[in-house]
């Protein structure tokens, strides 16, 4: 009896399904898309709290990830898979801007942060997506996927296509910006990292 | 000038991130505009091909042009040298009819 993912689709669903995509069908593909995207929705939500940027990583993960479908490994489980290429248009995201949303609203560095009216709270997100903003793009993702998603390190380097030790370094670089930055944001330096 | 202290916060990086993830995205719906790209770029991968056939008409037909051109350009180089080779051609005959002249008198 396969094993179902985390969606409920069973891995050998999911193949069917692919290689149903792979000869051209778009409403096996359909299927695929409404099953993930609440997963692929909350992966890019860490890196942005607005609709309008959540709606746009969405879409351009399942964009690539038909047009990647040919490379598709049935060994590899599809969530995965895709993560893979969420968290590639997240990097991308985060080069882009450099700088969180948030940050024309910040006053003269004091941490206040207006939420706009109308637009679910999401105000712990936002605020910590407001300090990752202050990081280089790969160190933001790094940082946002294992203190946000709690991803582990391992899976972390996988889908950021580097090695696990090159992982280690970097989060290490991170984690000693960071402590500096919420020091000179105001924020208590006895937190862990 | 003085510079204002930056006030400090109660909360921790731990309790941020604690509260972030428990935070969820709003529900979206993506599958109509995925498929929509989908087929717009699969529409414009057809017309690239079809316009792909008009060029690659137009560039057979100026490679065809240019072999023609070169062609008419060889005659006419031929031409206009053996236009040049006949007065030569003439006196070398002269020269071994007179040649031959002078060998039937002796």
Known sequence: MPEPSENGLSQDEDEQLVRACQSGSLDAYDRLVMKYQPAIAAVVFRFSTQRADLEDMTQETFIRA????????????????????????????CRKHRRSPL?????????????????????????????????????RTLLTLLHLEQMPLAEIAD??????????????????????????????ADTPL | MDTQP???????????????????????????????????????????????GTLEGIAEWLTGFRVFAASCAAVAALTLLGWQTVPVIRDVAIVLQLENALLAGL
Request: charged content about 30%; overall charge positive.
């Open chain 1, 159 to 188: 889908h950021m296509g580097i090695s696990l030790a090159n992982a280690k370094i970097k989060a290490f670089r991170a984690r000693n910006r960071l402590r500096k930055i919420l020091n000179s944001h105001g924020y208590s």
């Open chain 1, 103 to 139: 940050s024309r609203l910040v006053d003269n560095g004091h941490e206040t942060i207006q939420l706009i009216p109308g637009e679910a709270p999401a105000a712990a997100s936002e605020e910590a997506q407001h300090i990752l903003s202050r990081l280089p793009p790969d160190q």
């Open chain 1, 66 to 93: 038909w047009h990647a479908l040919p490379r598709w490994e049935p060994r590899k489980p599809f969530l995965h898979w895709l993560k893979r290429i969420a968290v590639n248009v997240a990097l991308e995201h």
């Open chain 2, 6 to 52: 930056t006030p400090r916060s109660s909360r921790t990086w731990e309790e941020i991130t604690t509260r972030a993830r428990s935070e969820s995205p709003p529900e979206i719906d993506m599958h109509l505009a995925v498929r929509r790209r989908i087929e717009s770029g699969l529409a414009n991968k057809r017309a690239e091909v079809s316009r792909e």
